[in-house]
C-alpha cells in the first residue's frame, strides 16, 4: 500500500534571470570601449548593451559617468 505524501506540492522559486542592460552614452554616438578584461564595447546610435550575465561589462559602464542605464 502506498503511503500519501504529506509535504505541499509547491514548485521551486524560479531562478532570477539577469537581464541585459542598455546604457545611453552622453558623450557619443558611436565609439569602441575597451573593458578592463580586453574585451570591446562597442557604442552605435548612442547606445551600448551588457549582455545578461556580463558583470564586468555592467560594472564597468555602471560605474562611469558618461553612461546612464536605460530603464523600461
Do not use: C, W
Request: hydrophobic share 40%; no cysteine; charged share 25%.
Amino acid at each position: 500500500m502506498a503511503k500519501a505524501d504529506d509535504t505541499p506540492n509547491e514548485s521551486p522559486a524560479a531562478p532570477k534571470i539577469a537581464a541585459a542592460q542598455v546604457f545611453r552614452d552622453k558623450l557619443y554616438t558611436s565609439r569602441q570601449l575597451i573593458l578592463p578584461d580586453g574585451r570591446s564595447l562597442s557604442v552605435a546610435k548612442g547606445q551600448v548593451t551588457a549582455e545578461a550575465g556580463d558583470t564586468v561589462a555592467q560594472g564597468y559602464l555602471a560605474k562611469r559617468p558618461d553612461f546612464v542605464l536605460q530603464r523600461e
